[in-house]
């Protein structure tokens, strides 16, 4: 993609926040140094939601306008205050990245409980101890992670919506996604995962299309919650 075509590419929504806490900054409604309102003021301030004004904190924090201090606040770097707002391509809205895959993944799965096999569901059962096994040594899970939702797809015998839910998940290797993964995973969160990838599971031996849609969309939703919006409800 050419210069061009990064400038006539649509704003993000979190792209736009990010340019309207830019402009309060820049404009001497926050000093270098100081610390920005309460994540729930700020977004009363900017008639924004919560979800969408972290993701603007992260992109701000990516491009070295602000720092996020766990447990402290978000404070204003000095680079804020002398340039523009940086190309860095960030990637799709985590919130919305799972909004879509709740949408997609639902569906899915049930046509892959009317085609499972034998062989699909060991490839399954596989995925999940990987995971597991990644979890006890500490190592990152994500790859098994992806490889479980990617070989349900798979049984589900089309390779256009397999395709999607690829392109869906390595969404999550984006900087912003990323830069949110490093801040919230962690072992607990990551057996919570695990647990039900095993209810999904189950589902899908049992052949339960309404069950494994309703586990599905459940742990896309906690993972959602777990990672992209904790606490904003």
Not at 74 to 94: D, F, T
Request: charged content about 25%; glycine content about 6%.
């Amino acid at each position: 993609m050419n210069d061009l075509e990064k400038s006539l590419e649509p704003r993000r929504l979190y792209q736009q926040i990010a340019d309207r806490v830019r402009v309060l900054i820049q404009s001497g409604d926050f000093r270098e140094g100081s610390r920005l309102p309460p994540e729930r003021d700020l977004a009363q301030q900017l008639g924004v939601s919560r979800p969408s004004l972290r993701e603007a904190l992260i992109a701000l924090e990516i491009e070295g306008s602000v720092e996020i201090r766990m447990g402290s606040g978000v404070y204003v770097c000095a680079r804020a205050l002398r340039r523009p707002a940086l190309s860095i391509p960030m990637g799709e809205s985590p919130a919305e990245l799972m909004q879509a895959r709740g949408v997609v993944e639902g569906s899915v799965i049930v046509l892959a409980c009317v085609n499972a096999t034998p062989e699909g569901l060991a490839r399954v059962r596989e995925s999940i101890e990987g995971m597991r096994a990644d979890i006890a040594a500490g190592r990152d899970v994500l790859a098994h992670d992806r490889e479980f939702h990617v070989r349900i797809a798979e049984m589900a015998g089309n390779s256009v919506l397999t395709a999607l839910i690829s392109t869906l998940f390595d969404e999550r290797q984006r900087p912003l996604a990323s830069h949110m993964r490093n801040r919230l995973e962690s072992q607990p969160t990551w057996s919570a995962a695990l647990a039900e990838h095993e209810q999904i599971y189950r589902c899908l031996v049992n052949r339960d299309p309404l069950m494994a849609e309703s586990a599905m969309r459940t742990h896309i939703r906690s993972a959602a919650e777990r990672w992209v919006i904790p606490d904003a409800a």
